[in-house]
């Protein structure tokens, strides 16, 4: 299924030319809000050891999670839902590196997968479903893995 990642490519794209994104992936913790505020959904938040887990649950199904380290820091996104949630909002000033990236894109008919030595970014699509994640390596948790989030 090529659509999918030319539609996620394309989307990645349209980031670059897009407004600043209001929070996301290697922000400070009170970036959550703003994607909360934005989206107008619900949030939780559930403590881990090392981190805080921040649950955005959408009015159109889609659940976003971001996880915030001990520093504050958003080391790691996941979504899931009907449609792909504002990706230039969610991968903050990631984005555009990540639209950029030409070397160490994968993909087959339902995956996509792009790294960068500073961040890595998955997705998958399935009939009217839509997941991914993304994370910054150097800002993980010791005590966590990109296995952990999902």
């Avoid at 400070?28 to 809000?33: D, G, L, P, Q, T």
């Avoid at 403590?47 to 971001?66: K, N, R, S, W």
């Avoid at 449609?83 to 969610?90: E, F, H, I, R, S």
């Amino acid at each position: 299924m090529v659509k999918l990642s030319c539609a996620l490519l394309g989307t990645l794209a349209a980031v670059c030319v897009s407004a600043p994104a209001l929070a996301g992936l290697g922000e400070e913790a009170s970036s959550v809000e703003a994607d909360r505020a934005s989206m107008q959904a619900a949030l939780r938040v559930t403590p881990g050891v090392d981190y805080e887990l921040h649950e955005i649950q959408t009015p159109a199904g889609a659940v976003i999670h971001e996880y915030v380290s001990a520093q504050g820091k958003v080391f790691a996104v996941t979504w899931h839902g009907p449609g792909l949630p504002d990706l230039a909002q969610l991968l903050g000033s990631y984005a555009e590196q990540l639209a950029r990236a030409q070397t160490g894109v994968h993909y087959n008919h339902h995956q996509l997968r792009i790294e960068t030595p500073e961040v890595v970014m998955q997705s998958e699509a399935y009939l009217r479903s839509r997941s991914g994640r993304a994370w910054v390596p150097a800002l993980f948790p010791q005590s966590l893995s990109p296995k952990d989030i999902g």
